[in-house]
């Protein structure tokens, strides 16, 4: 029989937009980013949508201390 494993956040996250001066390349490696592009004519800025997880509020972390799920 095939079940079905429904993927679970291991933090409460938010995501954003942000700016980078590096990154990773599809291969590992450490490049540079460049804050504006040239496009069409014109010059474009670069951004990342990124997720981070947010800090636990108190009570999550007294659940999590007196072993429950938040």
């Known amino acids: 029989a095939v079940h079905a494993v429904m993927a679970q956040d291991v933090c409460s996250s938010h995501s954003d937009w942000v700016?980078?001066?590096?990154?990773?390349?599809?291969?590992?490696?450490?490049?540079?980013?460049?804050?504006?592009?040239?496009?069409?004519?014109?010059f474009v800025r670069q951004y990342f949508y990124e997720t981070f997880c947010s800090p636990p509020n108190s009570a999550?972390?007294?659940?999590?201390a007196d072993g429950n799920s938040a």
């Open 19 to 42: 700016t980078r001066r590096e990154a990773r390349d599809i291969h590992g490696h450490v490049v540079e980013v460049l804050d504006v592009i040239p496009f069409n004519g014109t």
């Open 60 to 64: 999550q972390q007294q659940n999590m």
